[in-house]
């Protein structure tokens, strides 16, 4: 009877096993937060498709469009309606990419949207509220108000479930800072003293930037003083250069741009920059160090 009983314990064990390594194995592909633009190929001006107001979200949560909630583009029948705003806010979409300006949602826009980002908008839209919002000087840029730090001695630290192997190629990235700046970085073991704070999440983290949906992107991060650096832990990442995975040293050394307090740029070889793809590996480059200078007076 009792060796039944084991039988049993051990099936069932090995049953809840099967599941969770079926769970694990499905989130091994991240499916792309931009479904919404399935729907949408061949769309133009004047068309009512299901899936515009979330590419209306997108354009406004990136500084394109002014998604104003007390306009009439807000009321239920105009949502997805391609209207005159949209058209201007995908041909200023083109220019900043480098694409052809036709104010359309063509193929080579809807890949561009569906590049791998940072989590960070390109614009700052004075009439929303975003988290991380910017403005736009030459080609480099800063967050509104210049935000920077009043030190150059500053203090980093990791969350305490970061794995080691993800902790050198963002030491590195500060080191490439360092290397270009007065900056002066030191590690500690508490998250509470640092300047710096460096965590891998999923999902839902508690700062209203969920990882997965179309706002977040492979990381985001918080302008001086504030200093949370956050990357994605579903995504793969590397050190050591694989096509399949994200390199972690070019979007830290772009993350912690932003923390010491840049925005994007249009020079696609800059580390900031908002799109880098599998496999890429960056340094800092001219217009990034013009804006570092620019914004510190170095």
């Known amino acids: 009877m009792a ?139 800063f967050f509104p108000g210049h935000p920077k730090w009043r030190k150059r001695k500053l203090k980093y630290a990791f969350n305490r479930n970061m794995k080691e192997e993800l902790k050198p190629p963002l030491e590195h990235a500060l080191r490439e800072w360092a290397s270009a700046t007065p900056f002066q970085f030191s590690r500690v073991s508490n998250l509470s003293q640092a300047d710096i704070r460096i965590s891998f999440f999923r999902g839902h983290h508690g700062d209203e930037q969920p990882f997965g949906s179309e706002d977040t992107g492979l990381a985001h991060t918080f302008a001086p003083p504030d200093g949370r650096v956050h990357f994605d832990a579903a995504q793969k990442w590397s050190s050591r250069g694989e096509k399949d995975a994200y390199d972690l040293q070019t979007v830290g050394l772009h993350e912690l741009g932003h923390a010491l307090g840049l925005g994007h740029t249009r020079i696609k070889k800059a580390i900031m920059f908002p799109i880098v793809n599998e496999g890429e590996r960056k340094g800092l480059h001219d217009d990034d160090i013009k804006g570092i200078k620019a914004l510190y007076k170095f």
Do not use: W
């Open 3 to 141: 060796s039944k009983v084991l039988t049993y314990i051990l099936l069932f064990y090995f049953h809840l096993y099967m599941i969770h390594a079926h769970q694990f194995k499905s989130i091994d592909k991240i499916p792309s937060p931009l479904k919404f633009l399935n729907q949408l190929s061949g769309v133009q001006k004047g068309d009512n498709v299901k899936g515009v107001s979330d590419l209306k979200k997108y354009l406004s949560y990136l500084g394109y469009l002014n998604y104003n909630i007390n306009s009439n583009d807000q009321r239920p029948e105009n949502n997805d309606i391609f209207n005159n705003s949209l058209e201007l806010a995908l041909r200023k979409y083109q220019k900043f990419y480098n694409l052809n300006i036709t104010g359309t949602l063509d193929a080579n826009t809807m890949a561009k949207m569906q590049e791998p980002r940072c989590g960070m908008p390109d614009f700052y839209n004075p009439n929303k509220s975003a988290v991380f919002p910017f403005h736009m000087i030459s080609h480099f840029s």
